[in-house]
Nanobody, 119 residues
Framework: QVQLVESGGGLVQPGGSLRLSCAASGSIFSGNTMGWYRQAPGKQRGLVATITSGGNTNYANSVKGRFTISRDNAENTVYLQMNSLHPEDTAVYYC?????????????WGQGTQVTVSS
């Protein structure tokens, strides 16, 4: 089992910044991918950004150049620095841990943290 605890959400004005954190605990193994997904009201959950344990990153086109994902493997923590926030970035942001090992898949989600971009 893996537990994920997110923090850092809140209300911010358009053009502002927020930093999300997600601390993982439990059965953490190397070779995992951690990331952030978001879900706005009435929409499906979608990718924001992911980062492998080796540091390879992947971003949704809508956040490239504005958001930066990073991780501290020693602390099993992943971060999402969000700059130049737009109202359309408003959503619940979920942390994800995924590890594929042969036919076994570990896939865990955090409880979500609300990000609201509004003036």
């Amino acid at each position: 089992q893996v537990q994920l605890v997110e923090s850092g959400g809140g209300l911010v004005q358009p053009g502002g910044s927020l930093r999300l954190s997600c601390a993982a605990s439990g059965s953490i193994f190397s070779g995992n991918t951690m990331g952030w997904y978001r879900q706005a009201p009435g929409k499906q959950r979608g990718l924001v950004a992911t980062i492998t344990s080796g540091g390879n990153t992947n971003y949704a086109n809508s956040v490239k150049g504005r958001f930066t994902i990073s991780r501290d493997n020693a602390e099993n923590t992943v971060y999402l620095q969000m700059n130049s926030l737009h109202p359309e970035d408003t959503a619940v942001y979920y942390c994800n841990y995924k590890r594929v090992y042969f036919s076994s898949v570990d896939d865990y989600w955090g409880q979500g943290t609300q990000v609201t971009v509004s003036s």
